[in-house]
């Protein structure tokens, strides 16, 4: 019985210390549409809202969701390139570039990408610069700016006169739940039940 109360005041103890984690996601206006024909350059900023870490959280990641796309082009190859970068957040950033390959097809459909913590999101036009923080709770992550340039390369026929090419940004922050502390009358509250216990089946054995 002795062994049982103590491990039930460990496992208190245990869960008053997990962690969980939680999201919050939002567009990063304004975004980019160009239209044909041809092979038209597409260049913009969008701008991250600010986001403060809620009392008793830790931030742990930023996530930068950049999608680039056209449709409705020449038929034949076309390759287009983005080149990304971002700046702001008082912390430090991934950084990336994508290109956007079509052969024989009118639409978008293959991504390449290469930098630093961006990679493909499963087979999409869409990829994730993941940035790794700790920014404690109450602490403000200032606006973050995607810079987007985008450029058709040499070969390509570009749009016909009714297509188009796009960009846009998604910020995700994830944050982790801050491990809480027992306070001390919770410990002594914890502590004196375990005691009472241990005498009470003390005295039944000795009856």
Known sequence: MTKKLLGLGVTALFCVGMAS????SESCPPG???TGPGTPAINGNEVCAPFTVPTGYTLTA????????FSLGNSGGNTLNYALTFTG??????????????EGSTFASTFAFTGTGCAEVGGSDTED????????QGTTVTSIVTT???SWGGASTGLTNTGDEDFG???????????????????LMMGGGLIVGA??????RRA
């Open 62 to 69: 930023i996530d930068l969701f950049e999608s680039g796309d």
């Open 32 to 34: 980019a549409t160009v």
């Open 148 to 150: 987007w340039s985008g």
């Open 169 to 187: 940004s998604t910020i995700q922050f994830t944050y982790t739940a801050n491990a809480q502390t027992p306070e001390p009358a919770s410990l």
């Open 199 to 204: 005498v009470v089946l003390r005295r039944k």
């Open 21 to 24: 984690a939680a999201t919050f």
């Open 129 to 136: 610069c993941t940035s790794a923080v700790s920014v404690g």
């Open 89 to 102: 957040g008082g912390v430090s950033l991934a950084t990336g570039s994508s290109t956007e390959a079509v």
